[in-house]
């Protein structure tokens, strides 16, 4: 069974500018969390998608926001691009949510100059 | 307000001991814990769980051990190996889907 995709694995973007990250999840899952790991705040959760809808949301700018396809395949945007949004992106995949485990997949790593 | 805190960022082990990875909380409401291994650029790696109705789960060379009243979790690893060097990360939720990480313990195994 193929793990957890994202696309792409690295990222280099300016200030100001936007920026669209996927994620396949693993076939049959179909809830999708979000995490962003940076060295000051370690890994903080983002938001999580279950059948194309938000579940939950954690404390993050609107300039965050994300989607669900009806395949469960999942993209995040961050608009208006801040120095310290440069992290590392992690996407993880869950059957149904819950305490079902959550496996990552490795995660896109962004630069904002 | 670190919910979950890792308090020793670092941990250096001999080859073929127990290494044990501790892991506070303050929210007690958390109900589920699990544990999970990072490498360089590898997004994290599920190891093991445990529910606040167990105290101890095992699976291999693993086990965990849950201490509510303390509000402390630890991983045990016996024996060793070179291969376990890595961050290791506690996290845990309410029974949804939003983890609550700690900051991650880097563990050297030392050969």
């Known amino acids: 069974k193929a793990g957890v995709t994202q696309t792409p694995r690295y990222l280099i973007k300016t200030r100001g500018q936007q920026v669209t990250l996927s994620c396949s999840p693993i076939?049959?899952?179909?809830?999708v969390s979000w995490y962003q790991q940076t060295p000051g705040q370690g890994l903080q959760f983002l938001f999580e998608?279950?059948?194309?809808?938000?579940?939950n949301k954690g404390n993050f700018p609107g300039r965050f926001s994300g989607r669900q396809f009806s395949n469960s395949r999942s993209e995040m945007n961050v608009s208006t691009l801040e120095l310290g949004d440069s992290a590392l992106y992690l996407c993880?995949?869950?059957?149904?949510?819950?305490?079902?485990?959550?496996?990552f997949g490795p995660g896109t790593r962004l630069t904002v100059l | 307000d670190q919910q979950v805190k890792q308090n020793s960022p670092s941990l250096s082990v001999q080859e073929g001991r127990i290494s044990i990875l501790n892991c506070d909380y303050t929210n007690s409401m958390f109900d589920y814990f699990l544990w999970y291994k990072k490498y360089p650029a590898e997004g994290p790696t599920f190891l093991i769980s445990?529910?606040?109705?167990?105290d101890k789960n095992e699976d291999g060379r693993f086990t965990v051990f849950l201490n509510k009243s303390a509000k402390h979790l630890s991983l045990h690893i016996v024996p060793s190996q070179p291969g376990d060097s890595a961050v290791y990360f506690c996290?845990?939720?309410?029974?949804?889907?939003?983890?609550?990480f700690g900051t991650g313990t880097r563990l050297t195994i030392i050969p």
């Open positions: 993880a995949s869950h059957y149904q949510g819950g305490t079902d485990t959550q496996y």
């Open positions: 996290a845990a939720n309410f029974g949804n889907e939003k983890l609550t």
């Open positions: 076939s049959g899952h179909r809830s």
């Open positions: 445990i529910s606040s109705i167990k």
């Open positions: 998608y279950f059948s194309e809808t938000q579940r």
